[in-house]
């Protein structure tokens, strides 16, 4: 039962009340004046101040206690655990809580899922867990690690006030993040239970490929031998097939496939390849398949891969248009013919890790947009981790890249505002107002039907407006949901320049909410009325719509076909065939693009594509475009070379960075910034080259005869490749132990002595594309070691920077940059497949922990195991009462002190204020209720004035006739005491008389006289009084 | 009283209340469209595809859905003259009718056909029949017109196309007979109101009124119109987020509600429904609720 009590924290101060005799004494007597029961109230009001200063001078404190019990369930969600059992926890805690939940007493019942973090599953209610059938959560759960000691603190934070705490721990007490011993600690300090249910994992048998081992870096034709370890952890041999794979690319193929034998410890298989003469980065897979299931409890963790880096001469990789096949055909040989390896691939089949990508020297973009396709299910675009990939190829491992143009790349290829752009020497987009390369893009929002739809209308706002220059216009209709259709910024025209407004557009699209447009004729108005208005190159519209507002009539839509502005209409899939007829006629009558999506994630890409039609501007098309052959140095053997002239380049703005260098340029249009056709610069480690013309199968097409075409592709594409010599002897090796790779670098000079370099640096690429940077560290001479976290499984690029070395040429010294040497590691499987048994020890010691004011916890049993449920909810009750209830204490000081103030103030009241009732009667005589006797009052009160008038009306009648009849006689002591029979009056006092200037006569009249004996006799009468 | 201006009061009486958005019973999810039977249930349709049945205070009575919703919800509702309820399944350009248990007729749904030919709907609005047994079906896309069918569901005749003249369509979005069996559409996006008398083959077309706006008077996409016994006729404006009172003429008398969440304020209703009280039910769609008022 709830308990409340007062205590103080000052009980001495109490001896103070003591003292209210005293204070009676005192008031008693110096109260009498104020009659009986003033007197009373008064000395009662000082003496409740006085005690309520007494109590807030003690500390008085409210202290309640609760019999609420709160219990919060940590379900060990990880890896570890098999599935089967993790399911059975939610069965349990759903089961236990419904059976021993006490809900009259206000108990409350929480979930925390947790793995490499905790999540909130159920917060504590007063309620039973909904029967969920899955948890919620789990989706968003990282199962790949165990933190039980942010789950114990996640419990501690989630716990009300309110009430006791215990949380059960259902785990099998695997941690491998934090320590949950020295939160346990903690938790029983502050009287927090823990009850422990464990999972028993130790049971079956298991077999695990603990690694595959191979070097990391080989020569092309060299022999290669990996070595795969297995770790059989149980006492029997357990037999089954081990497949190696080889990868390289997209290319995978069998190596090897064996029935082996794991007998119980490690174990070690040889595979050997005689020869390697294909260069590259080889992904090798190694896989062990149980016979039998029984014989191995985790599959998860049957797999491990390594990678080797077969070295060549050179290696490139040509990505090109899928939709515009073999349009590089001829370069594509021409450099095999100079000795280059060339693949080419398609933008549909693109590169989907960074692994894939290592392989090569040098990456070349030719004429590729980010987004290619017609309709949307065959749209396909590179993807920001695709962008981000190629980009960090060049920045963190040396890659190069040669961008090369067409009328689809660099800004027309929709290239603009994304990471590549970065890592370009030029700028796709064009700042200069003198340069007519202005598009105009008009959106239509109306896909509020479809599900997350604000959501996606958003992304593909922000898509299409990434993909326009700053002297593009842009404008956004939607339905305002209560003032129909606006234009989003803009005002009236809705079409403004992108670059000075960029941020403002961001931030209006961000808090956009289109509603439900009935009627596509206002907006498309609008839009034509604005995008007449606009000075732009080339205009374009884009509806997004479910298709059932009331269509435009024909009339305005030939008002677009006139002004040459195509519709492109998108329709999501919140209606049928009817609402995509609505869109495909506005489309196909404009001229526009028809869009049938099911899909919202392909959204983006369609925009993205729809907005390049706006970009076509940058493109500059003419005939004999002269080249100019700017720089000696670095144009890639064009010196002195007679120039064929081009018909065609994309439009670029140089970077101004004083690393961009610009070789050739075209002799027009002006002005000269943005005429570069071939800008080169060093991005991060790697070489960046943008040739912004094609490579001859259309504006070049004078440069395919031309005698130095071969010379000046294949030194362009030499130029930008990784560097291949290291000048030196790097031995790297690189370990994988307790979630961390160690990296150990022996640096010798050719001449074999030991290099102590300056700084050693690494640049480390995660297997999700992050990359970090590692410093490594000299620990002897020659020998440096730098150390890594590896929380995920998966491959690890390690690209380590050996710095210049000093070279002398031509006999004179200079600088030379080594190669980066490229290693890795490959982190099998999850640290979670590395837990065989259940930690008891760790369950059984936060099971013992003493909660203050309560009893240890329990380690229950049996343990959970699936369909046994009912056992344990017989033997085990988390809701028993074995703790200390929850005490809340509130000072109650302040409250004191403020009652002492309001009685203090009744007290003066008491004795000092009078109080008027009157008002009473005339509120009641305001609101009538006591009207009539309010007029009888009224009545009786002129009837008496009336009777006071006659009365005085007597008195003064009287007085003059006795005035009359007497003859006055000067009598001053007689004026002391006014005659018996008339009542003293009590009369306004004459104002006092002036000084006269004139003096007394003796013939003042009788009034004078009167009036000066009366004065004469007021002044006296003090003095009768005898004060 | 001289020198007082009187002014336009446009908070409406609010009698009650009700509904939540959600898809349980008695909750929706924009509620569009609504018809009162004799006993004043009133038979909701809301973008979840169910027709909910309340008392006219809102009491959840029954509920059934619609046989098919993947390309999109009813959008209408009307009664034949046995009391059946006819669906509008606007985006299967078809009119369901159901029993008002909840019991599908499916002898006696009206097209099923996307297609401008006469029998073929696109986006079926709404459906009516008249006293004779006729049909009327108004729909959009392809073609803005009114089909008028036999009792059996054959083709007898159509008026109307898409554009702003008289006796043409944008959007009629509503259909309603008058006692008098003139048929008033809602012509929602030529922000009108449009009256046939449907005594004559093809109707004729006798009222014209209404002009895009937001003053009194004045339309924005008129959704729903209900001509009154009294020769009140009340508009749901879905623009201007108000329901409007008319004499049969087109002179307008009040103007209840604005846009906004308060009681007696509304989010771009749809539908309204007058029962035997002559309280208005209005369908504040975007609010997912209903509101019964006076003014």
């Known amino acids: 039962m709830a308990g409340w009590e007062f205590v103080f924290g000052r009980p001495w101060c109490l001896w103070l009340l003591g003292a209210l005799v005293a204070l009676w004494l005192m008031s008693y007597r110096s109260l009498a004046g104020l009659g009986r029961w003033r007197r009373l109230a008064a000395l009662l009001l000082r003496s409740l101040v006085f005690l309520a200063l007494v109590l807030a001078l003690a500390e008085i404190q409210f202290r309640q206690s609760s019999p609420k019990l709160t219990v919060i369930y940590l379900l060990d969600q990880s890896e570890s655990i098999p599935a089967a059992k993790r399911a059975a926890m939610v069965d349990y805690v759903v089961r236990e809580v419904a059976a021993h939940r006490h809900a009259q007493r206000g108990d409350r019942a929480g979930v925390i899922v947790f793995g490499r973090e905790p999540l909130v599953e159920v917060p504590p209610l007063a309620d039973d867990i909904p029967l969920l059938g899955q948890i919620e959560t789990g989706r968003h759960l990282r199962r790949d690690a165990t933190d039980l000691a942010a789950a114990l603190k996640m419990a501690q934070a989630s716990f009300p006030q309110d009430s006791a705490k215990r949380i059960v721990l259902i785990s099998d007490g695997n941690e491998n993040i934090g320590n949950a011993r020295m939160v346990g600690a903690l938790l029983a300090d502050q009287g927090i239970g823990v009850d422990v249910i464990p999972i028993e994992i130790g049971a079956a048998r298991e077999v695990a490929v603990e690694k595959l081992v191979l070097p990391s870096n080989l020569r092309q034709g060299q022999p290669l031998e990996l070595r795969v370890v297995l770790d059989n952890f149980g006492d029997q041999p357990a037999a089954g097939t081990l497949t190696i794979k080889r ?102 089949e693109l590169y989907t890790s960074l692994a894939e990508l290592q392989q090569y020297d040098v990456v070349i973009l030719a004429n590729c947009p980010r987004t290619s396709g017609e309709s949307a299910d065959k749209i396909t675009n590179f993807s920001d981790e695709q962008i981000a990939m190629l980009v960090q190829n060049v920045e963190h491992l040396g890659c190069g890249l040669v961008v090369l143009g067409g009328p689809q790349s660099y800004g027309a290829g929709g290239w603009s505002n994304t990471e590549l752009e970065k890592a370009l020497p030029v700028d796709c987009q064009i700042r200069n107002a003198k340069v007519n390369a202005v598009g105009a893009l008009a959106m239509v929002m109306h896909a509020s039907e479809i599900p997350e739809g604000n959501y996606w209308q958003k992304v593909v706002a922000v898509e299409a407006l990434k993909a ?25 025209q809705g079409m403004l320049p992108v670059g000075p407004n960029r941020r403002m557009m961001l931030s209006r699209i961000d808090r956009m909410t289109p509603g439900d447009m009935p009627d596509f004729a206002p907006g498309l108005q609008m839009a034509l009325l604005s995008l007449k208005k606009t000075n732009a190159a080339m205009k374009h519209m884009i509806v997004i719509s479910d298709g059932d507002p009331t269509p435009p009539s024909s009339s305005l839509l030939q ?22 007829a609505v869109l495909q006629n506005i489309a196909m009558i404009t001229g526009g693009n028809f869009y049938s999506v099911t899909n919202p994630r392909a959204l983006p890409k369609i925009f993205q594509r729809e907005a390049r039609r706006v970009a076509k501007p940058v493109i500059f098309e003419r005939e004999n475009i002269p080249v100019q052959v700017v720089m000696d140095h670095s144009s890639h053997g064009l010196t002195g070379a007679s120039v064929p002239p081009i018909s065609g380049f994309v439009l670029t703005t140089v970077k101004d960075n004083p690393l961009v260098e610009v070789p050739i340029r075209a002799d027009a249009p002006q002005p000269s910034e943005n005429t570069a056709l071939l800008a080169t610069w060093t991005y991060g480690l790697g070489r960046v080259a943008a040739w912004t013309s094609d490579a001859g199968n259309r504006w070049a097409a004078s440069w395919t005869g031309w005698d130095q075409y071969d010379r000046f592709f294949t030194q362009l594409v030499r130029w930008a490749m990784r560097p291949s010599d290291t000048g030196g002897k790097f031995d790297v090796t690189t370990e994988y132990r307790d979630g961390k790779v160690r990296v150990v670098v022996t640096a010798l000079s050719s001449e074999d002595r030991f290099l102590n370099l300056d700084r050693l640096t690494a640049s480390v690429l995660t297997p999700d594309a992050q990359s970090s940077s590692l410093e490594l560290q000299q620990v002897s001479p020659g020998r440096y070691v730098g150390e890594f976290t590896a929380e995920a499984a998966g491959n690890y690029f390690v690209t380590i920077l050996t710095g210049a070395e000093e070279i002398e040429e031509n006999g004179r010294k200079q600088l030379r940059m080594r190669a980066p040497i490229l290693s890795g590691v490959t982190v099998p499987y999850s640290s979670e497949y590395n837990d065989r048994q259940t930690n008891r020890a760790l369950l059984e010691f936060l099971a013992q922990l003493k909660p203050k004011g309560g009893e240890p916890g329990l380690l229950v049993e049996p343990a959970l195991e699936p369909g ?107 004026a002391e005491e006014p005659p018996p029979e008339f009542p003293e009056v009590e009369r306004a006092a004459p104002p006092p008389a002036q000084p006269s200037a004139t003096p007394r006569t003796a013939q003042e009249s009788y009034t004078e006289r009167l009036l000066k004996a009366k004065q004469q006799a007021r002044r006296q009468l003090p003095r009768k009084d005898g004060s | ?50 027709i909910q049945v309340f008392d006219r205070d809102g009491r959840y009575l029954r509920g059934w859905s619609t046989p098919e919703s993947a390309y999109g919800n009813p959008s209408g509702l009307g009664w034949d003259r046995e009391g059946n309820l006819l669906v509008a399944d606007t985006h299967y350009s078809r009119v369901l009718v159901y029993r008002r248990t909840g019991h599908l007729l499916e002898d006696r749904t009206l097209g099923g056909s ?59 979005n509503s259909l309603a007979l008058d006692a008098s069996g003139h048929l008033w559409v809602a012509d929602a996006s030529n922000h009108r109101i449009q009256v046939f008398d449907t005594s004559e083959e093809p109707p004729r077309l006798v009222l014209v009124w209404g002009a895009e706006g937001s003053g009194p008077g004045q339309l924005r996409y008129p959704y729903d119109v209900w001509p009154a016994e009294d020769g009140i006729v009340y508009v749901a404006e879905f623009g201007n987020h108000r329901i409007q009172k008319f004499t049969r003429e087109g002179e307008p008398l009040a103007v209840a509600g604005g846009p906004g969440r308060e009681p007696g304020q509304f989010y771009q209703p749809w539908g309204l429904a007058v029962d035997s009280e002559g309280a208005i039910h209005v369908m504040d769609t975007y609010n997912h609720r209903v509101q019964r008022i006076r003014f």
């Open chain 1, 468 to 492: 326009l220059g700053p002297m593009d216009y842009c404008g956004v209709i939607e339905w305002s949901n209560f003032g129909g259709e606006k234009w989003l910024w803009g005002g009236q």
């Open chain 1, 868 to 974: 046994q449920t009912s056992v344990l909810l017989q033997k085990y009750d988390s809701f028993r009462a074995t703790l200390a209830p929850a005490v809340s204490i509130h000072d109650m000081w302040p409250w004191m002190l403020m009652v002492a103030s309001v009685l203090f103030l009744v007290d003066v009241a008491v004795r000092r204020v009078h109080p008027d009732f009157g008002w009473v009667r005339r509120m009641a005589n305001r609101w009538g209720w006591a009207k009539s006797r309010a007029e009888e009052r009224t009545e009786e009160l002129k009837q008496r004035l009336d009777r006071l008038r006659a009365t005085k009306q007597a008195a003064e009648q009287q007085l003059d006739d006795r005035r009359r009849a007497v003859r006055y006689a000067p009598d001053l002591g007689g």
């Open chain 2, 1 to 50: 009283m001289a020198g007082c201006v009187a002014r336009h009061r446009n908070r409406p009486i609010v009698e009650r209340v009700w509904g939540t958005f959600g898809t349980g019973r008695g909750q929706f999810r924009k509620p569009r469209a609504v018809a009162i039977d004799p006993e004043d249930r009133l038979y909701i349709v809301d973008t979840t595809a169910r």
């Open chain 2, 114 to 172: 996307t297609g401008a030919a006469p029998g073929q709907f696109h986006f079926v609005t709404d459906a009516v029949q008249d006293a004779a047994g006729n049909y009327y079906v108004a729909e959009y896309g392809n073609i803005d017109r009114i089909q008028k069918l036999s009792p059996e569901g054959h083709f007898l005749c159509q008026w109307g196309t898409n554009g702003d003249a008289p006796g043409q369509f944008n959007r009629p």
């Open chain 1, 247 to 348: 990868r390289i690319g997209t290319s995978e193929s069998l190596l090897s496939e064996s029935q082996v034998t794991v007998r119980p410890g490690k174990n070690v298989f040889t595979v050997r390849e005689p020869r390697i003469d294909i260069t590259g980065v080889f992904t090798y897979s190694a896989t062990f398949t149980p016979t039998s299931s029984e014989e191995d409890r985790i599959l998860a963790n049957n797999t491990a891969q390594g990678f080797s880096y077969v070295r060549g001469k050179g290696r490139a990789l040509l990505i090109e248009d899928w939709s515009h096949r073999g349009e590089f055909d001829f370069l594509v040989n021409r450099l095999r013919s100079n000795e280059i390896e060339v693949d080419v691939m398609g933008s549909d």
């Open chain 1, 559 to 580: 008002g677009f076909v006139q002004a040459g502005i195509p519709i492109s209409t998108v329709a999501v899939a919140a209606h049928g065939p009817a609402e995509q």
